[in-house]
């Protein structure tokens, strides 16, 4: 059969099922993962951009997301990457970090944070986390500092607060260590007042299509340090642009993606958007970066197209992050009911629920089918292993090794 046979099949064979889920009243969507941020108005604006692109090159968005960032983040700078991942690049040059130096952070996380760190020979150091929150237990941190330690990074998974924010960073300040912070799930929470990200030296934020707000791929660092803006600054000065084709694929991705993944009818239409928009698909993180290769295309900044992306998913974040705390309360109650223990939510913090987490057992975590079902709601996996989804080997992190067997998280934007 022809690949366009084949294709056909499976679209039949897709609608077979769902007539059959229809008939015996399944509900024919279920709450996807990511890029639930996604609406007609982002659609319209990515196909806006498909038609200026004389205009893809220019500084204008560039300049007014970097100001508008920074306003809603309370923060003094903000300098925009094509990924979180970068963002942290970014920072480790501005912050001077050496080849040979160390850095700590935890050993439960997502490849590409060591891997900012490896590609310029800088050296991750795992510590613990604690189950309350999934941050870095504070009470480890004192045994893992060394000499050639330059900087402590802090991780709020999942949108929530990490329990132990301020005595990590009260650590940092008396070893006279750098504190940077993974702000990646929790874009928009807040502590003390303040949105999370301010109290350490830089943060970086992602809006990756699995995060808080989505342009695909994309990033930003936030500081109130003069001197680190500099250096941010100039990093980002010689920092290059994606090409036209990464670009117009970004654009067609916000498409497919909000065809695949948010419109109500997506039973229907995600079959049509593969089809039109299917092989302009982006891969967030390659398998060659899965073992650690550094892609060609790295270290680039976000262009006028993605920057408007993101202008505009950041007028919605408030509103849509508010939602996610409504069904994480709605979350709070299975928990109770099935005998879970609830995320910590600290004090003087509004978490953001990027995902709500609840340990299970190992074998509901293997086979997580039927949770899915009497849910309706895709169920995550962050972290399947601890440098997600890489299998390095990580050592003395007993808390991680558990959250990797037990911990699922459940989406909470279900429309
Ligand atoms: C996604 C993620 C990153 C990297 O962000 P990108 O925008 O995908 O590069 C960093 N840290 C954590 C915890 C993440 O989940």
């Known amino acids: 059969m022809t690949t366009s046979g084949r294709s056909l099949a499976n679209v039949a064979k897709r609608q077979l099922l769902n007539l059959r889920r229809f008939v015996r009243g399944i509900p024919l969507t279920r709450a996807s993962l990511g890029s639930m941020t996604l609406d007609e108005d982002d659609v319209d604006l990515a196909r806006f951009w498909m038609e200026h692109q004389s205009n893809w090159y220019r500084s204008h968005e560039v300049e ?10 309370g923060s003094a700078y903000a300098f925009s990457f094509m990924g979180g991942r970068v ?16 850095v700590i952070l935890p050993g439960y996380t997502c490849v590409v944070v060591p891997n900012a760190l490896r590609y310029v020979d800088v050296k991750p150091v795992y510590s613990d986390i604690e189950l309350e929150t999934y941050g870095l237990d504070c009470s480890l941190l004192e045994d893992k500092i060394t000499s050639r330690t330059r900087a402590i990074l802090v991780q709020h998974l999942y949108g929530l607060v990490c329990r132990d924010y301020e005595k990590i960073v009260e650590i940092a300040r008396k070893r006279n260590l750098m504190v940077i912070e993974d702000c990646a799930h929790c874009t928009g929470a807040m502590f003390r007042g303040k949105r999370v990200g301010n109290l350490g030296d830089a943060a970086f934020y992602s809006s990756e299509q699995s995060k808080v707000f989505n342009t695909i791929q994309g990033g930003i660092v936030t500081t109130n340090d003069h001197n680190l803006a500099e250096r941010l600054g100039a990093f980002h000065s010689q920092a290059e642009y994606p090409d036209l084709d990464w670009i ?44 650690g290769r550094r892609p060609v295309h790295y270290g680039r900044k976000m262009p ?5 992306l993101a ?20 979350w709070d109650k299975w928990c109770l009911e099935e005998g879970y223990s609830r ?14 987490p609840v340990l299970v057992d190992p074998s509901s975590k293997r086979d997580r089918q039927g949770i ?8 995550g996996v962050w972290y399947s292993s601890n440098i997600h989804p890489a299998n390095d080997l990580v050592h003395g992190c007993p808390k991680a090794d558990q959250a990797v067997l037990r911990c699922i998280n459940l989406p909470c934007l279900l429309a």
């Open 248 to 291: 117009k694929k970004q654009l067609f991705s916000v498409i497919l993606n909000y065809y695949r993944f948010k419109h109500p009818k997506r039973w229907l239409l995600e079959d049509w958007a593969k089809w039109r928009y299917g092989e302009y698909r982006l891969v967030s993180t390659t398998a060659e970066e899965e073992r």
């Open 343 to 356: 995320p910590l939510v600290i004090h003087d913090s509004t978490p953001v629920f990027l995902r709500y």
């Open 311 to 330: 202008i505009n998913q950041l007028r919605k974040i408030d509103d849509y992050n508010s939602r996610r705390r409504v069904t994480a309360q709605q």
């Open 372 to 379: 899915s079902e009497h849910l309706n709601v895709e169920v």
């Open 87 to 102: 963002a942290l690049s970014a920072i480790i040059d501005a912050m001077g970090i050496e080849p040979g130096d160390e």
């Open 64 to 73: 007014e997301y970097h100001r508008d960032f920074a306003k809603w983040n």
């Open 304 to 308: 006028a197209p993605v920057a408007s």
